[in-house]
C-alpha cells in the first residue's frame, strides 16, 4: 500500500482539510443557499457536483504533477516553493478580510437532482481558486523522490472529499440554524480564520525552512 501516506502527513492533512471544510467559503455558501431556496434535498445535490468538481481537480494534479517531476524534479520545487508562499498569502488575507458567509433567502424556481449536480459541479470546477488551491496544496504533501507520488496525491485527493462532504452535508442539514447562528456570531468565524492562518502558516514555514536545506 505504497499510495498511504505516513500517519504523520497523513493526520496533518487530515487537519488541515477538515479546518478547511469547516470555514465558510463560496461552497459553503451556495449550500446554504440552495437549502433555504429549494431545500435541503436539493442542497445536497449541489454537495454531490462540488465533489465530482474536486475529483476532476484532484485527477489533474495527480497526473499533471507526476508528469512534472518526471520532466523536472526543480521545477517540482519551484511549484512547491510557489505552493508555500500562496497558503502564506492565503493565511495573511485570512486574517485581513475574514470568511465571507452571505446569504440570502430568496424565493427560486426548483431545479432537477441533475440540474443542482451541475451547479455545485461548474462552481467548483470553474473557481481558479480552488485550481490554484489545488495546485498548491497537495505537493506539500508528497516528495518529489516517491516512486508513488502518483497513488499518493489521489489518495491525498479523495480522502479531502472524504472529509470535505460529511462536513457541507452536516451544513445543508443545519442550514437554517447555521446561517443564522455564524452571522450572530462573528467572533466564532473569526476564530476559524486564525486557525485557517495558524496551520497554513505553520505550513508555509515548514516547506521554506526544509528546502532551505
Same mark, same amino acid.
Given at each position: 500500500m505504497d499510495f498511504l501516506p505516513s500517519l504523520p502527513t497523513l493526520?496533518?492533512?487530515?487537519?488541515?482539510?477538515?479546518?478547511?471544510?469547516? #470555514?465558510?467559503?463560496?461552497?459553503? #455558501?451556495?449550500?446554504?443557499?440552495?437549502?433555504?431556496?429549494?431545500?435541503?434535498k436539493a442542497a445536497l445535490f449541489v454537495v454531490v457536483g462540488t465533489g465530482l468538481g474536486i475529483v476532476v481537480h484532484t485527477l489533474l494534479v495527480a497526473f499533471g504533477i507526476s508528469a512534472l517531476i518526471t520532466a523536472s524534479p526543480t521545477a517540482f520545487l519551484v511549484l512547491k516553493?510557489?505552493?508555500?508562499a500562496y497558503l502564506?498569502?492565503?493565511?495573511?488575507?485570512?486574517?485581513?478580510?475574514g470568511s465571507s458567509l452571505s446569504v440570502t433567502k430568496v424565493t427560486e424556481a426548483k431545479g432537477s437532482a441533475l440540474s443542482n449536480i451541475a451547479t455545485?459541479?461548474?462552481?467548483?470546477?470553474?473557481?481558479?481558486?480552488?485550481?490554484?488551491f489545488f495546485m498548491?496544496?497537495?505537493?506539500? +504533501?508528497?516528495?518529489?523522490?516517491?516512486?508513488?507520488?502518483?497513488?499518493?496525491?489521489?489518495?491525498?485527493?479523495?480522502?479531502?472529499?472524504?472529509i470535505g462532504m460529511p462536513v457541507n452535508a452536516l451544513v445543508v442539514l443545519a442550514a437554517d440554524w447555521l446561517a443564522a447562528w455564524l452571522q450572530r456570531n462573528?467572533?466564532?468565524?473569526?476564530?476559524?480564520?486564525?486557525? +485557517?492562518?495558524?496551520?497554513?502558516?505553520?505550513?508555509?514555514?515548514k516547506i521554506f525552512l526544509t528546502q532551505a536545506r
Open positions: 493526520l496533518a492533512f487530515a487537519a488541515a482539510s477538515l479546518l478547511l471544510a469547516a #470555514t465558510p467559503g463560496p461552497d459553503m #455558501t451556495l449550500s446554504i443557499s440552495r437549502a433555504l431556496a429549494q431545500g435541503k516553493t510557489g505552493g508555500a502564506l498569502w492565503l493565511a495573511i488575507q485570512a486574517i485581513r478580510y455545485g459541479f461548474s462552481v467548483n470546477i470553474l473557481n481558479p481558486k480552488v485550481v490554484i498548491t496544496f497537495l505537493p506539500q +504533501f508528497v516528495s518529489a523522490d516517491d516512486p508513488a507520488v502518483t497513488g499518493k496525491l489521489l489518495f491525498l485527493g479523495f480522502f479531502f472529499i472524504a462573528r467572533r466564532v468565524m473569526r476564530a476559524l480564520d486564525y486557525s +485557517f492562518a495558524g496551520v497554513f502558516s505553520v505550513f508555509a514555514v
